[in-house]
């Protein structure tokens, strides 16, 4: 399955895992403590608010974060070095935007594969310094 990073509509993902691991509405209905029409209503769901996504995370033994954490990294812009350089330092846990997972590398070399995107369109639009990608062409 390709993941469209671009626009994620949780509720068929989650309804992917589900039908996946053919987990009965039974058990969901009483895990998520809800009805089913309210599951169904999930599924149809383009989001899903954070403590019920991460009920879905531990129902099904997935992370369905990671997915908005590849967009991220994907589509966010870079950081000027103006605004890098604040002052005001977040409170929160800083991350690595540059941590290029195994689905992301398979991602980007698919639409290079397909003909969909260039080398330069994936390194214009995705901000992936040119010797990473060709590391990555060598290696996969």
């Not at 769901?45 to 990671?66: G, H, M, N």
């Not at 980007?108 to 995107?117: H, S």
Request: glycine share 2%; charged share 30%; hydrophobic share 35%.
């Amino acid at each position: 399955m390709k993941l469209d990073y671009k626009k994620i509509h949780i509720g068929s993902l989650i309804r992917k895992e589900v039908d996946v691991n053919n987990i009965e509405s039974d058990r969901i209905c009483n895990f998520m403590n809800c009805k089913e029409n309210e599951i169904q209503d999930m599924y149809e769901a383009v989001s899903l608010p954070t403590t019920i996504l991460l009920q879905w995370c531990k129902l099904l033994e997935y992370d369905f974060f990671r997915i908005y954490s590849q967009h991220l990294i994907l589509f966010s812009a870079k950081n000027s070095s103006a605004a890098s350089n604040q002052e005001n330092k977040s409170s929160l846990p800083s991350f690595r935007k540059n941590l290029y997972t195994k689905e992301i590398i398979k991602f980007i070399l698919e639409l290079i594969r397909t003909g969909e995107k260039t080398n330069a369109q994936i390194i214009e639009e995705y901000k992936i310094p040119k010797t990473t990608l060709l590391k990555w062409i060598e290696k996969y």
